[in-house]
């Protein structure tokens, strides 16, 4: 059969060796995705409303592990994604379930909310920052009845 196909002997120790290699390769990526899909601080969006033109009446769920303390960040957005409000909402040490009510103040209708991330207040450089356009400031949080019109 060599004489016809022109076939080698196979090393058996490289093909071994390929094999090991690969196998490494998919452990550690299996590992690493495993690792970063576990969260220690899970949110959830869970309901919203428009109020008015510069309100947003909002409700989320935190779980946590440990009782630290928790910072959130919640952004509300107009129909072309221009934020029209921000805020930062600690969350106190305590259980590790948490579901808060707040009421954001806008300074338009809002199309969509969301809640951008929560981190550990320990760690605030993970937290992003508001992106109104240039010269708009954030409206001042939280909305109350004396901020309404």
């Not at 592990?65 to 600690?90: F, H, K, P």
């Not at 259980?95 to 929560?118: G, I, K, N, W």
């Amino acid at each position: 059969m060599q004489e016809r196909y022109g076939f080698t002997h196979t090393n058996y120790l490289r093909t071994v060796a390929i094999l090991l290699l690969t196998l490494v390769f998919v452990v550690s990526v299996g590992f690493v995705t495993f690792s970063m899909s576990q969260r220690s601080i899970q949110f959830k969006l869970l309901t919203w409303g428009v109020k008015s033109p510069e309100r947003v009446d909002l409700r989320f769920e935190v779980r946590r592990i440990g009782s630290d303390a928790v910072d959130c960040v919640i952004r509300a957005q107009d129909s072309t994604r221009i934020d029209v409000g921000y805020s930062l909402i600690t969350i106190p040490s305590g259980a590790d379930y948490a579901q808060e009510d707040y009421s954001l103040r806008t300074l338009a209708p809002a199309y969509t909310v969301e809640v951008l991330t929560c981190v550990k207040s320990s760690d605030p450089t993970r937290v992003p920052g508001p992106q109104f356009p240039a010269g708009i400031a954030p409206p001042p949080q939280p909305w109350t009845e004396s901020s309404g019109t």
